[in-house]
């Protein structure tokens, strides 16, 4: 019942004029076809319902904590290879946000991406991998004028 707004008024100040609901619900399941690989689907709601409380302002109009999507989902696998060899496959679809407009951000479309990664443990301890993000769009857009590119970097992983 207090959510940030800012005044509308100079000095703009940071209050707590924003009063709403937000409801969700995230469902995931694991299944693993066998002992070397498994797959994780996943699918995730939000409603935000925000509003400016009654004799107050906001500069967003009560919509400066609502840049969420409405659906998400995800599909995950992980599979071992040979012995210590790994690979990870992660397919997500996030729906558009389109509260963002009204406050000169812009809609950001949906999207769906994919993340790659190989990894070999070298030992109990030690693991290199390879990793590719994004890998199905150049680049693509995620808050207002923000645009996510694809990626690639190596990673090595010393636990004691």
Do not use: M
Request: aromatic fraction near 10%; glycine fraction near 8%; hydrophobic fraction near 35%.
């Amino acid at each position: 019942d207090r959510i940030r707004s800012l005044s509308t008024e100079l000095p703009i100040l940071v209050e707590n004029n924003v009063a709403g609901e937000i409801l969700g619900a995230e469902l995931e399941c694991t299944w693993q076809p066998t002992p070397a690989w498994r797959l994780i689907a996943g699918y995730t709601t939000l409603q935000e319902d925000l509003r400016v409380k009654p004799g107050r302002t906001d500069l967003s109009e009560g919509q400066g904590e609502a840049f969420d999507p409405e659906h998400q989902l995800h599909l995950r696998s992980l599979l071992t290879l040979a012995r210590g060899i790994e690979l990870d496959l992660w397919l997500r679809h996030v729906d558009d946000v389109g509260n963002t407009s009204a406050r000169g951000f812009g809609v950001v479309p949906a999207y769906t991406t994919l993340d790659a990664r190989i990894g070999w443990f070298v030992t109990d301890t030690l693991e290199f991998s390879l990793v590719g993000q994004n890998l199905l769009d150049e680049q693509h857009p995620e808050f207002g004028s923000d645009e996510i590119e694809r990626s690639f970097y190596g990673k090595s992983t010393w636990r004691f």
